[in-house]
Structures are given as structure tokens and as C-alpha cells.
């Protein structure tokens, strides 16, 4: 289909470790969201991209968070020296614009990330 | 952004209507209500917006009240297929980013 595709859909690590993951946005979308959930919580917003460009990082917990959307395209969020507490499931969304009245968010599945 | 609340949790039976509730007392003029929901083990996904007037799609209705300090979002007729957690979620007109503050939600469970 052409959704917002997530990989991997699981990702089980261990503690100190680095990953990366992988969203891929609906074509032609600007906007780029990553947001983070834990168990019986609401997603946690994370970053915002309008094209290659940061706009609103102000969600990322610390500095061992990073994300970047080199092309404009295809966005990566990288987690340095993994901790257990970053367990969650990561959450990307795109959407045609991140600005004005029609902004729908289209999420994918989400990655599943465990540190052991 | 203006905080939105919901109940934890609602009941319903099958094919019945289900009407959630969002209480957005300090909603500012430009603030739109997005209500999306999530499946289990499913991304949120939209479901429907509005800023003044009552909104009706293939999915659902919102009814706004009309001093805007609360909403409902109406399921016409519940399936099984329609137990999910709820988000109520205010975003401002004039925000720079697309952002949702999600909060917990109604978890709402469709009895056959």
C-alpha cells in the first residue's frame, strides 16, 4: 500500500548499544513526525520535519536522541548508548503540510524497541 | 496548546450509538479539535476534526457544543471493529507544526 512503512517492526537490543530506525513517508508528504509510546500511554512527541529540516525538536529527551530526513523523503531516528527506560514503540507519521487547517496525520505500525 | 479530558474508559454494546465526551474548557478561537484513535497494536489513525460547526464523515459525527468548551464524537452504529483508545486532541489554527499532544484517551470497549 502506500502508508507510512516502519522498519523494523521490532527491535530488541542491548543496553549501551546503537540503533537506528527507519520510517518511509507517504509520497509527497512534507511533514514527518516521530513520537515515542509507552505501555498505556498516549504517543509522546518526539521531533517534527517540514522538508530536510528540523523545525521542532523540542520532544527529544536528551542528546542521545537524533533523527535526520537527508532527502526530504525517508527520515531515521537514531538512539545512541540505549538505555532500558528508551523501551517503547516509535511511532513515525507524515502528513501533506505541517502547517494550516488540513494537517491529518497518517501514522505507520510503528517499531517496537526493546533494551535488554 | 489547551488541554483536552476524557473519561479512562466507556462501554458499549454492539450496534448501538457511542457518544464520547471531551471537555476543552480554556479552547482558544483558533483551536481545532482533532479526535484520532488507535486499534490495538495499531498506529492512531484520523478520524475527524472541526472548529465551530458539528462535523459528519464516513466514519463518525462531532457535535461541539456551542460556547466550544466541549465536544463529542459519535459513533453511529458500533462494531466490534471499533474498540479502540480515543484521542481528543486540540492543535491551533496558527500553530507552525502539525504536532499532537496526545493525552490518554478513552479506551472504549464494544460489547457484542
Known amino acids: 500500500g502506500a502508508g507510512v512503512s516502519q522498519t523494523p517492526s521490532n527491535k530488541v537490543t542491548e543496553k549501551g548499544k546503537y540503533v537506528e530506525l527507519r520510517c518511509d513517508p507517504i509520497s509527497g508528504h512534507t511533514a514527518l513526525y516521530w513520537y515515542r509510546q509507552s505501555l498505556g500511554q498516549g504517543p509522546e512527541f518526539l521531533i517534527y520535519?517540514?522538508?530536510?529540516?528540523?523545525?521542532?525538536d523540542s520532544g527529544l529527551p536528551n542528546d542521545r536522541f537524533f533523527a535526520v530526513r537527508p532527502e526530504g523523503s525517508v527520515s531515521t531516528l537514531k538512539i545512541q548508548r540505549t538505555e532500558r527506560g528508551d523501551s517503547a514503540v516509535y511511532l513515525c507519521?507524515?502528513?501533506?503540510?505541517?502547517?494550516?487547517?488540513?494537517?491529518?496525520?497518517?501514522f505507520g505500525q510503528g517499531t517496537r524497541l526493546t533494551v535488554v | 496548546d489547551a488541554k483536552t479530558t476524557q473519561p479512562n474508559s466507556m462501554e458499549s454494546n454492539e450496534e448501538e450509538p457511542v457518544h464520547l465526551p471531551c471537555n476543552h474548557s480554556?479552547?482558544?478561537?483558533?483551536?481545532?479539535i482533532h479526535w484520532y484513535r488507535q486499534l490495538p497494536s495499531q498506529g492512531p489513525e484520523y478520524v475527524i476534526h472541526g472548529l465551530t460547526s458539528n462535523v459528519n464523515n464516513r466514519m463518525a459525527s462531532l457535535a461541539i457544543a456551542e460556547d466550544r468548551k466541549s465536544s463529542t464524537l459519535i459513533l453511529h452504529r458500533a462494531t466490534l471493529r471499533d474498540a479502540a483508545v480515543y484521542y481528543c486532541i486540540l492543535r491551533a489554527l496558527s500553530s507552525n507544526t502539525g504536532k499532537l499532544i496526545f493525552g490518554q484517551g478513552t479506551t472504549l470497549q464494544v460489547k457484542p
Open positions: 507519521a507524515s502528513s501533506r503540510t505541517g502547517t494550516g487547517m488540513n494537517t491529518e496525520a497518517f
Open positions: 520535519f517540514q522538508g530536510t529540516g528540523a523545525a521542532d
Open positions: 480554556t479552547i482558544s478561537g483558533t483551536d481545532y
